[in-house]
């Protein structure tokens, strides 16, 4: 976003303003923009994997309790 509006900042005052291609920033939010979206489905799958579990809902109980 800051991107974004400081190039609009620029052109609406018609101060000279680069290209956002030109930017480091530019790679850098759009290389972390692809890192997370890997990360929130690799944890998205591991969820899937998890639930979907055969042993998941099986628990080892030591003793009856009667109330």
Do not use: W
């Not at 620029?10 to 890997?38: C, E, K, W």
Request: net charge positive.
């Amino acid at each position: 976003m800051y991107l974004g509006a400081s190039k609009l900042y620029s052109v609406y005052h018609n101060y000279p303003a680069r290209l956002l291609t030109d930017r480091p920033s530019f790679y850098i939010a759009l290389t972390s923009m692809i890192i997370g979206t890997q990360m929130f489905l690799a944890g998205f799958l591991g969820e899937l994997i998890s639930r979907s579990a055969s042993e998941r809902n099986k628990y080892l109980i030591d003793k009856k309790c009667n109330l």
